[in-house]
């Protein structure tokens, strides 16, 4: 029996004009719209809350129409994906920012849908407790990748037996494109946008290089699958500092690195982070300490980065008048 005793089922009987029939005749609507057994189970067990985080421009209570053909196409989407409880949340709020052509949600396809998913429990799964995981998941790892496949027609001829592989699949292809993209750019480097102190430092067979432009940090996020390449307002303004991290001998990356000046000319370790976030080797930990020994030491040693520093941290906190 539907726990209808428990949930609310309010909304869409409204959006679909049947307010006051019983759950055998919204049972029957849906199914002659395509809504499954499996779809309808989820509605019942789930009711309204379904498409509380769908929100606009998908479901409105003012447009009953619009709102009801919206709601069908996203109880079989979820059907399709033949998942017995509902998506994070997260994952649903983020998808007015995919660039659906035309905000469309049949444009989605299940299997795309069920890899992002899929990927989110393993990344609450990777954080257990952490409240924000899915949602820093989501933020960056689902919206960007998703932005590409939608707005470069991937979705128009994507084998869906690869979409089996998972998320990725997707986030895979979306590096190789964004490599491309940005391979121009790459091959010349845009100017520094702040002042390095310190531009590179080699310890224990490790090279850090420090990355002077929004471009550069873009790539880096690119490349190592993270968040960094929104740090450049805090570079321009903060005395924090970003370092690429990759093995001297072969170029392949490691880490990504920030520090902090917490005091003047002393130094320390913001964080320091793997591909997707994850924790990195002692080895890499104890290593880019010698980035922190090396502002430390150009700070004490050599006059004209001290100037730098001192010039930057004033700029930093100076008051801009109204």
């Given at each position: 029996m539907p726990n209808f005793m428990t949930t609310c089922h309010d909304r869409l009987p409204f959006w679909l004009d049947l307010q006051g029939a019983d759950y055998r005749q919204l049972r029957k609507t849906l199914a002659a719209r395509g809504v499954n057994a499996r779809g309808w189970r989820l509605y019942a067990d789930y009711g309204d809350a379904l498409f509380e985080a769908l929100g606009?421009?998908?479901?409105?209570?003012?447009?009953?129409?619009?709102?009801?053909?919206?709601?069908?196409?996203?109880?079989?989407?979820?059907?399709a994906c033949e998942m017995d409880v509902p998506p994070p949340r997260?994952?649903?709020?983020?998808?007015?920012?995919?660039?659906?052509?035309?905000?469309?949600?049949?444009?989605?396809?299940?299997?795309?849908?069920?890899?992002?998913?899929?990927?989110?429990?393993?990344?609450?799964?990777?954080q257990p407790g952490s409240a924000g995981a899915v949602t820093d998941f989501v933020r960056e790892h689902i919206v960007p990748a998703a932005r590409w496949y939608f707005e470069t027609g991937q979705h128009l001829d994507d084998d869906p037996n690869r979409l089996k592989a998972g998320w990725e699949h997707v986030e895979r292809g979306?590096?190789?494109?964004?490599?491309?993209?940005?391979?121009?750019?790459?091959?010349?480097?845009?100017?520094?946008?702040?002042?390095l102190f310190v531009p590179a430092v080699e310890f224990d067979g490790l090279r850090f290089a420090a990355l002077g432009s929004e471009a550069a940090l873009e790539a880096e996020g690119l490349e190592m699958m993270h968040c960094v390449g929104s740090y450049g307002e805090r570079c321009r303004n903060e005395m924090l500092r970003i370092y690429a991290v990759s093995e001297k001998k072969s170029g392949v990356r490691v880490a990504t690195l920030s520090v902090m000046e917490n005091s003047p000319g002393l130094w320390e370790i913001d964080q320091?982070?793997?591909?997707?976030?994850?924790?990195?080797?002692q080895r890499v930990t104890i290593a880019a300490l010698a980035v922190v020994r090396a502002l430390e030491d150009a700070y004490a040693l050599l006059p004209a980065v001290r100037q730098e520093m001192d010039g930057c941290r004033r700029a930093a906190f100076v008051e801009i008048p109204f």
């Open positions: 606009q421009p998908w479901v409105q209570h003012e447009h009953p129409f619009t709102s009801a053909e919206n709601a069908v196409v996203f109880l079989r989407l979820l059907a997260p994952l649903i709020a983020s998808l007015k920012d995919w660039q659906l052509p035309k905000e469309r949600l049949g444009a989605i396809p299940p299997p795309f849908f069920r890899a992002a998913w899929k990927a989110c429990a393993g990344a609450e799964y990777a979306y590096r190789e494109w964004r490599r491309e993209h940005h391979r121009i750019e790459a091959a010349s480097p845009a100017p520094a946008q702040w002042l320091l982070k793997g591909c997707y976030n994850a924790p990195v080797p």
